[in-house]
């Protein structure tokens, strides 16, 4: 089955402690991206990447770092976690140019 | 700065009243057209995908359009099961990064 992968999809931390949340897809696809969903803000892009060891910024990226060393994995870095990153993150994939799918979200409440 | 604006925020229906959703984008630069569902705690599922004015696609009950403009999703005869919030969200030639409308919340009472 196609698909978009995140773990963990709950995750209570505290700050300043470093955590990874990881993102797999099976579908072969180029373009993977971060993204927040937070109340009347939306969906925000954090970072995205147009295939192996290439990455960039999207429009919130401060305080996230990300790689890509594989096609199918994209993690999301936060070095030192505060509590203005509590949010519903969202990976997707795609081919480039394309359509996006989501993956089903991993809520982050830092203390 | 390159907006997208859906409107109404929220909309009530009964089951069987069609209606019809709207989402406007910055006028220069359209690359891409895409409108999601997201049902509660849940990913945004892709629905459609526009990329030239006048054109249409259709899906069970829902039908997306797109002018020079803004694009309408068209609900008809919707069913409970179609409540969800529908995200809008748009492709600028240049950017690589897709933004998104806030969505509008349908709520389809039986």
């Known amino acids: 089955e196609a698909q978009v992968t995140q773990n963990p999809r709950y995750l209570i931390t505290v700050t300043g402690k470093k955590l990874t949340v990881t993102c797999s897809q099976n579908?072969?696809?180029?373009?993977m991206s971060w993204y927040r969903q937070d109340p009347g803000l939306g969906l925000r892009q954090i970072y995205y990447?147009?295939?192996?060891?290439?990455?960039d910024k999207g429009d919130v990226p401060e305080g996230y770092k990300v790689s890509r060393k594989e096609k199918r994995n994209f993690p999301l870095i936060l070095e030192s976690p505060s509590p203005n990153q509590t949010s519903l993150y969202f990976c997707?994939?795609?081919?480039?140019?394309?359509?996006?799918?989501f993956g089903p979200g991993t809520r982050l409440l830092v203390l | 700065e390159d907006q997208v604006t859906q409107s109404p925020e929220a909309l009530r229906l009964q089951e069987g009243e069609s209606s019809s959703l709207n989402c406007s984008y910055t006028v220069s630069g359209l690359r891409g057209l895409f409108w999601y569902r997201q049902d509660p705690g849940k990913g945004p599922e892709f629905l459609f995908t526009l990329y030239s004015a006048g054109e249409e696609k259709e899906k069970e009950r829902l039908k997306a359009t797109l002018t020079k403009k803004e694009s309408f999703l068209h609900i008809t005869a919707p069913k409970p099961e179609d409540s969800a919030t529908y995200l809008c969200a748009v492709q600028y030639t240049g950017r690589r990064a897709l933004t998104f409308g806030s969505g509008t919340r349908l709520q389809v009472q039986p």
């Open positions: 997707a994939s795609g081919s480039v140019g394309e359509t996006q799918y």
């Open positions: 990447s147009m295939n192996v060891e290439v990455t």
């Open positions: 579908m072969n696809h180029e373009y």
